[in-house]
């Protein structure tokens, strides 16, 4: 099957790009070849651009606190289990503890290291980290793996509350929906969404081998998906077959 995830609103499209950044950064830092650690570096400044926003740890702390309301919720429920929801709501202290321990934006604290602040202004620039323009980084790219990791996971350890944070209530987020089976008559499909809801994320899965892709686009009121398919030049057009696939709303 193939997820494709699409945010009913800014917060959570904030969030999806962190954690994409996040498990992009997770794979590249236990690699061992200096190109990918060049990459790890990049990957870590934008995390610090994406979470640069200055209400994003306001954000992320506000939604730690609702999450915390909701399954209080659900005490003294005979069928929710009272040791899932202490387990729960110990990690979202954790986090809520964490992030606010976290002083300035995200990343703040590597902004004070020069050497790293050198390397991020010219990593936008093709070809700006050359041996020529930052010597000092070609030769940290030549030390043993070992170092390198090592210095990656301090650099990386500024953002950890940040991402496991994120982790935990996209978890929460995407548990909320229950997936149901539809149809999309000529590749289209549209359902109007009940008032009084306020939904935060959309999951589509696609069986494996289908030859559409989905354009998605939703609101407060409507969801609306069209299939597309590529011809034999490339180019993007409406498909005009009957796709099925599972839809879920999380709340």
């Known amino acids: 099957m193939i997820l494709y995830e699409h945010p009913f609103n ?4 904030t969030y999806l790009r962190l954690e994409h950044l996040f498990l992009r950064l997770a794979e590249l830092v236990k690699r061992e070849s200096p190109v990918d650690h060049h990459h790890a570096l990049a990957t870590i400044f934008e995390i610090m651009d994406v979470g640069a926003r200055a209400d994003l740890k306001t954000d992320v702390l ?6 915390k309301h909701v399954l209080n919720g659900y ?16 990690e979202l202290e954790a986090c809520f503890s964490s992030m606010n321990e976290l002083s300035g934006k995200v990343g703040q604290s590597l902004t004070e290291n020069d050497w790293l602040m050198s390397i991020r202004s010219r990593v936008g620039i093709p070809g700006g980290t050359c041996e020529f323009d930052l010597p ?8 043993s793996v070992n170092v390198r990791q090592h210095d990656l996971q301090r650099w990386v350890s500024p953002l950890v509350p940040l991402a496991e944070s994120l982790n935990l209530l996209l978890r929460l987020v995407r548990d909320s929906g229950a997936p149901q089976k539809v149809i999309a008559p000529a590749g289209q499909y549209q359902q109007m969404l009940p008032q009084g809801r306020t ?11 289908v030859a559409v ?3 998605i686009s939703c609101n407060r009121l409507m969801v609306s998906v069209r299939f597309m398919s590529h011809d034999n030049d490339g180019r993007q057009q409406a498909s005009n077959e009957e796709t099925v696939f599972d839809l879920t709303l999380c709340t």
């Open 10 to 13: 800014e917060r959570i499209r």
């Open 62 to 67: 506000k939604d730690i606190e609702k999450q």
């Open 213 to 215: 892709i989905p354009e």
């Open 75 to 90: 005490r003294g429920n005979p069928v929710i289990s009272e040791r899932v929801l202490d387990d729960i709501t110990a």
């Open 199 to 209: 939904f935060q994320l959309l999951r589509l899965r696609l069986r494996s081998g």
């Open 136 to 143: 000092a980084y070609h030769a940290w790219q030549h030390l």
